[in-house]
Structures are given as structure tokens and as C-alpha cells.
């Protein structure tokens, strides 16, 4: 703990020494950012795939290490605009906001995608002109190393600086006071992050996950949906925030649905059990926590359908390995544990629906959660879950693509997280935006706030009436319009 003091201690003395700093030197430290991430390109895709047991080269380096190239581009051409501060003209009180730095920020990242969910808040973070501290997670033991041995190289560290550690790391990083702090996780942790932070008031975003449901509307291809719902449930291993949990479709169409699924995902990772592309689960922990949730389901009625092409489950749910097959999960019900828990596996449940207020009921009724989906046209059904229901973003006929877009805030809500990021998002998220206003009143408010006269008062007793007369008018008028 003193020697976490002591780094964020040597960052806050940089910032303060320092001032807000140009656009120049955070352009600077973006650079050096991305050159640490892509200079250690292979070596970080190595080693997150020896933390995973397998990982696909390709996974690693397209969205975890090429991902970051246009996100930087984007924040070092658009710095200049957002740093500028906004002009409010008036005749009596014209205004500046100046856009501040905070200071130092803590970003605290996941094992998912270690690498990505990192570096995008940091850089935005530097964008914003902040100093950095990263806890990396430690579920990628090999991975952090080798991402802390790149920042060093590139960066003193009271500018950028990586910890390493366990959860007892963890939860004294947290407790840091930092003038933010960024956690991307489970809400589970995230409740303990937000509870550590509390206690020096210091604003966090949290980034959680939640079961992620999926429709598919009556009008929907069932083969499309089921090869797009598919290849979002396999991806990397099942083992990601936007992914979705359960999916509704449509009474008449479930059993195609399910054939559809079940052959997609067969074609999509043929020879599942010693496929190359396939992710593994990330530790024997999380293995068995999802065949346990499978296995609470059979055991309470429901029925499985693999979408493997070798065969029996016994032969594909390998711990050594750390491979649990595509599993697609009938007769689900609220007493059994994948209910209420999320998956985070290659596991799939398929409820049916004859109307859409069953799904927005169903939906409404549980914590708000990081992604909706929806396959189908921009229909009536579709415009009402959209209208009712809750969650931190929603795609129509795809997968995570609301996260791409640059400056279109990610984020979750209620259970699923709190606040935004990416692009524009990050940039205020790690921005302090402070009103500096010039007083050209003719009397001062500071002399008007102590002095009152009867006609002052008058005046203001008139003002009030006015009000409530027209706030009452508008009432009234609503109050007949509903009685018709």
C-alpha cells in the first residue's frame, strides 16, 4: 500500500509540477502508448494466449492490439477542438468553461480482453491530459508482465505507470484517491471497487457485464440469426461482456432456430475439441463454475442440444483443456442457477414467445444489462422493447457493433455499470469542465444577495404568482385532456 501511495504520489507532483500539458505532449504520449502496444505486438498475443491455455493469435492481435491504432488516431485529431474552451456570451454574465485535466486516473482491468479494456481508457485519460495508473488484471500473469515491461520502456512513471498483483493489490489500488477511477469487471467486484473508492469520494466508471438478451423478432431470417447469435456466443470462448446470454424466438420457430444454432456453431469451429481457433476458458475456476450451471440445469429438467460434430459431451468437456462444447439450453426455469447467474461460457439459452410483452415483462423484471439484441426489421415489436426496456447499449441484427463507433458512449446502466467511455465519451469522462464567469451585472449579486427592499420583494411575490398561475393553467388543461 505505501508503495502505491508513493506512485500516485510521484504522478500528482508530475501533474501538479507540470500544469495542464499541450496538445503537443499528449499527443506525444498517445504515441508513446500505441508504440508500446504495438511494438510488443506478438509477444503479447504469446503470452495472452499461454494465460488463456489457447487463444487465437488473430483474436489477440485484432481486437486487442490493432484495435487501439484508430482510437488514437481519432483522439490525436480531435484533440485540439475538444481542449478548447466554450464561450456562453451575455450581456451581464458572459462565461468561459475551461476544459481541466482531473489529475490521476486509475484504470482497473478485466481478464477478458486484458489488453483493449485498458488502453482505451488510458489513452482517453491521457487525451484529457491526465497521468495514468494501471492495475492490470492478474488473471494474465504473462501477459501483464510482458504489457508492464512496454510501458516502462516507453514511459516515465509519473506519467503512465502498470501494477501487478492479486486481489489484495486490487483492493488497496481501489482505495487509492484518485481524481478517477475506472473499473472494468463483474458487479461483484465492481461493488467492492465503488465501496473502496467511496471512502475518499472518488467518482469511478464502472463497466460490468448482466445477462445480455437476444430477440428475434417474428420477422426475422431464423438461419441469419442463428449463424450471428452463434458466432457471438463463441466468441473468445464465450467469454465477453456483450455477449449474449439468452435469446428469444419465436414459438413456431424455435426448433429451427436451435437446428440453425446448433449447425452454426459446428461450422463455425469444426473438430470443437482440438479446433486451433478456439478459445479456452481461462482457468479451471471458470470452468467448472459454468459446467456446474449446465449441470444445475440438466439436473432440474432441462435438456441440452451440443453443437459439436465429434459427438458426446463426456468426450468434449475437457478440464485439461479447458474446452467446454457449444451448449444450447431448452426449458430453462427461474429456479436453476443459469437464470439468474451469467454465463460467460459458450452456453446458450432459448426461450420461446408468442408476444412481445412476455420478452419486455421477462427482460424489465431483472437488473438492466450491458447489451440488447434484436434480429428483425425496424418493426412495432421492436420499437416497443426498445421503448420499455433498459440497457447499457442495443445492436439490430449484429453483434457489439455498438461499441465501434468512436465517439458513441459505451457504457452500462443500472446493474450493468455506471458512466461512459470511448472517444468523446472518455475525453469528458476524464475531463473537469469548470465555469469561469465575468460579472458585468449593473447592481452586484454580491450586494443583491444581502439587500432586500419591499419593492424587491413585491417584485418577486408577482414573478412567483405569474408562475404559478401558468404552471396551473397547464394542469388543468392536461387534467380535462385525460378525463376525455
Not at 402 to 425: I, L
Request: charged content about 25%.
Amino acid at each position: 500500500m505505501n508503495k502505491l501511495r508513493d506512485l500516485l504520489n510521484l504522478q500528482r507532483k508530475a501533474f501538479l509540477a507540470e500544469g495542464p500539458p499541450s496538445a503537443e505532449v499528449r499527443r506525444n504520449r498517445l504515441d508513446r502508448l500505441l508504440a508500446a502496444v504495438l511494438g510488443s505486438a506478438d509477444e503479447l498475443a504469446e503470452a495472452l494466449s499461454a494465460d488463456f491455455g489457447n487463444r487465437p493469435a488473430g483474436l489477440t492481435l485484432g481486437h486487442e492490439v490493432a484495435a487501439s491504432i484508430d482510437l488514437v488516431e481519432h483522439l490525436r485529431a480531435n484533440l485540439e477542438e475538444w481542449m478548447r474552451p466554450v464561450e456562453y456570451p451575455d450581456d451581464f454574465l458572459p462565461t468561459t468553461v475551461d476544459v481541466d485535466p482531473l489529475g490521476v486516473v486509475g484504470v482497473v482491468g478485466p481478464w477478458n480482453f486484458p489488453i483493449t479494456l485498458v488502453v482505451h481508457p488510458a489513452a482517453e485519460a491521457i487525451a484529457a491530459g491526465n497521468r495514468v495508473m494501471i492495475k492490470f488484471s492478474d488473471g494474465n500473469v504473462r501477459t501483464g508482465e510482458v504489457f508492464a515491461k512496454a510501458i516502462a520502456k516507453h514511459f516515465d512513471p509519473s506519467e503512465v505507470a502498470v501494477v501487478l498483483g492479486g486481489a489484495e493489490l486490487s483492493a488497496a489500488f481501489s482505495a487509492l484517491p484518485f481524481n478517477h477511477l475506472m473499473f472494468t469487471g463483474s458487479p461483484a467486484v465492481g461493488k467492492l471497487v465503488q465501496r473502496a473508492a467511496a471512502e475518499n469520494l472518488t467518482p469511478v466508471t464502472l463497466e460490468l457485464g448482466g445477462k445480455n438478451p437476444v430477440v428475434v423478432g417474428h420477422d426475422a431470417d431464423i438461419t441469419d440469426a442463428a449463424v450471428r447469435v452463434a458466432g457471438s456466443r463463441l466468441a473468445n470462448g464465450g467469454q465477453f461482456c456483450l455477449g449474449p446470454d439468452y435469446v428469444f424466438v419465436p414459438r413456431p420457430s424455435v426448433d429451427e432456430f436451435v437446428e440453425r444454432t446448433q449447425q452454426a456453431f459446428i461450422d463455425l469451429l469444426p473438430r470443437y475439441a482440438t479446433n486451433p481457433a478456439v478459445t479456452s476458458v481461462i482457468n479451471e475456476k471458470n470452468f467448472d463454475r459454468i459446467s456446474n450451471l449446465v449441470n444445475d440445469a440438466v439436473a432440474k429438467g432441462a435438456q441440452t442440444v451440443l453443437g459439436v460434430s465429434e459427438g458426446g459431451r463426456a468426450a468434449l468437456a475437457d478440464r485439461a483443456t479447458r474446452r467446454i462444447p457449444p451448449t444450447i439450453l431448452l426449458g430453462v426455469t427461474d429456479e436453476m442457477l443459469i437464470a439468474d447467474e451469467e454465463i460467460f461460457g459458450p452456453v446458450l439459452v432459448v426461450y420461446p414467445y408468442d408476444d412481445i410483452k412476455e420478452v419486455i415483462e421477462y427482460v424489465i423484471d431483472r437488473p438492466s444489462p450491458l447489451a440488447a439484441y434484436w434480429y428483425g426489421d425496424d418493426s412495432e415489436d421492436f420499437r416497443e422493447f426498445r421503448r420499455r426496456t433498459a440497457s447499457g447499449g442495443m445492436a439490430r441484427n449484429d453483434f457489439a457493433v455498438q461499441m465501434f463507433q468512436h465517439d458513441v458512449p459505451f457504457g452500462g446502466v443500472g446493474q450493468s455499470g455506471m458512466g461512459a467511455y470511448h472517444g468523446k465519451a472518455g475525453f469528458d469522462t476524464f475531463s473537469h469542465r469548470r465555469a469561469v464567469t465575468t460579472s458585468q451585472l449593473p447592481v452586484p449579486f454580491a450586494v443583491q444577495s444581502v439587500t432586500f427592499n419591499e419593492e424587491e420583494t413585491g417584485q418577486t411575490r408577482a414573478r412567483i404568482s405569474s408562475a404559478l398561475d401558468r404552471v396551473t393553467g397547464r394542469l388543468r388543461q392536461r387534467s380535462a385532456e385525460c378525463a376525455k
